[in-house]
């Protein structure tokens, strides 16, 4: 076998620390995949850290100067795992400029820089590989790069905030209290650093950004995503959303339109009987419809020390092959050769269509319902279910909760504005989107 291929770390934590297992403990496998062993010469971590290594011989060198990793002339392949945009973003730079190739997980990082990351490693002659950037240990990335490249993508569809989905599923099995949920997943190591990235969306936006621009072949615009997370949902939801024989989870969205290209993160009503409306807990799932293949689902863990290291190791796994071969004909960073993206526009979101789950509160008296479905009908909008609730005790207004069929969402927001003005409904109305995925 050919010398030893010698990387440096960045980033000891939840992620580097399974890295360093899998690299150790399937060595020798990972070196007949590879064609050559490849040995962590230098690791850079604060601290704190470094318990996540602990008994582990193979890291030779721990520093807290990633500096001096992203310098190191032996150092080939660089490992990102510090998360966050900066100074991951001056730290990856640094590496290319210094002719190393690049492994990251680094989400954020990817869809706010990527551009920048990509173009300054195409003039260097390097890679930059991030398939741990999004759902984890699924390969999500390879499979819309490589396994579907003869297809139009049509939609993509997914599940891709491990710790938001592990939060839905137990407010709907167990009937626990989000804070509690939330605290179980952090522990778990699942959650960012800062967890309202998780349940406001943004981790999620982050990961859709960049399967949007693998599916369409457009630049990376994460600052037109629309993001909306899981904090408004409330028991009463989950448990209505059942009753109409729906789930609900938090879904990227990202679909090629004839106006353009969506690009949303929402909360999302999805028909119970579909095989990603039971991906429960921390697990994520990515639907991918091609006009070829039809619909693919792609499943397993998407966070977590082993699970992100597995997708982590591959890639440097893909590096190493690739340095032994045709240097000139690597697969695109953004899965479409650098001189084909297109400048399709992200759509806002008030151009979107979908169907709508509302609630609201309604006086409890004759001619209630019939003036909210008179202004549905005004605005063109079909009412497809209706459920008027009990009313709680000694109250004088009930839930009324629909569903309706598809419209655009100005047409659906003109419409709530003028059913929240009435005075039969009390307080705002509530909106959740619902799709079918239908293949
Ligand atoms: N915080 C992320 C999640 C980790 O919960 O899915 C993986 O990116």
Redesign the pocket.
């Known amino acids: 076998m050919m010398e030893p291929v010698k990387v440096g770390l960045l980033g000891l934590g939840t992620v580097g620390g399974g890295t360093v297992t899998v690299l150790t403990r399937n060595r020798d496998e990972i070196a007949r995949r590879a064609g050559r062993d490849i040995v962590i010469a230098r690791a850079a971590a604060k601290a704190y850290n470094r318990d996540a290594i602990a008994g582990i011989e193979h890291v030779p060198s721990i520093t807290d100067d990633a500096w001096a990793v992203v310098r190191d002339p032996q150092v080939q392949i660089v490992i990102e795992l510090i998360g966050g945009y900066s100074p991951a973003r001056e730290l990856v730079l640094e590496a290319i400029a210094n002719g190393k190739h690049v492994v990251t997980a680094n989400?954020a990082l990817i869809a706010k820089h990527g551009n920048e990351i990509f173009a300054a490693a195409q003039r260097r002659g390097v890679t930059v590989a991030f398939e741990a950037a999004v759902a984890?240990g699924i390969p999500i990335i390879k499979a819309l790069r490589e396994g579907l490249a003869a297809n139009r993508i049509e939609w993509i569809a997914g599940i891709i905030?491990?710790?938001s989905n592990y939060i839905l599923t137990q407010m709907r099995d167990h009937g626990r209290s989000f804070d509690d949920a939330l605290a179980e997943?952090q522990a778990l190591g699942?959650?960012?650093a800062d967890p309202t990235f998780?349940v406001e969306g943004v981790?999620a936006a982050h990961k859709l950004t960049i399967l949007g621009s693998l599916a369409f072949g457009i630049p990376l615009q994460f600052d037109r995503a629309y993001v909306e997370g899981i904090t408004r949902i409330e028991a009463q939801d989950v448990a209505n959303a059942e009753e109409f024989g729906y789930r609900i989870k938090l879904l990227g969205i990202t679909r090629k339109t004839a106006r353009g290209v969506e690009l949303r993160v929402h909360p999302t009503l999805i028909p119970a009987r579909r095989l990603i409306a039971n991906v429960n807990g921390v697990m994520?799932a990515v639907l991918i419809e091609g006009d070829a293949v039809g619909p693919t689902l792609y499943y397993g863990a998407?966070?977590g020390s082993l699970p992100?290291a597995s997708a982590v190791v591959a890639d440097v796994v893909d590096i190493v092959r690739a340095l032994t071969t045709d240097p000139e004909n690597r697969v695109p960073h953004l899965a479409f050769q650098p001189g084909e993206l297109r400048d399709l526009p992200v759509l806002p979101i008030d151009e979107v269509e979908t169907a709508y789950y509302l609630r609201m509160q309604a006086a409890d008296r004759p001619g209630v319902i019939a003036a909210v479905a008179g202004i549905l009908g005004d605005a063109g909008i079909s009412i497809e279910a209706i459920h008027q609730k009990e009313p709680a005790e000694g109250d004088t207004h009930v839930p009324l909760v629909m569903l309706t069929h598809r419209v655009r969402e100005r047409q659906m927001n003109d419409a709530i504005a003028r059913i929240e003005a009435l005075d039969a409904v009390r307080g705002s109305v509530h909106r959740i989107r619902v799709e079918q995925l239908a293949g």
């Open positions: 989400k984890g905030n491990g710790t997943a699942y959650a960012e998780d981790d994520n998407g966070a992100t």
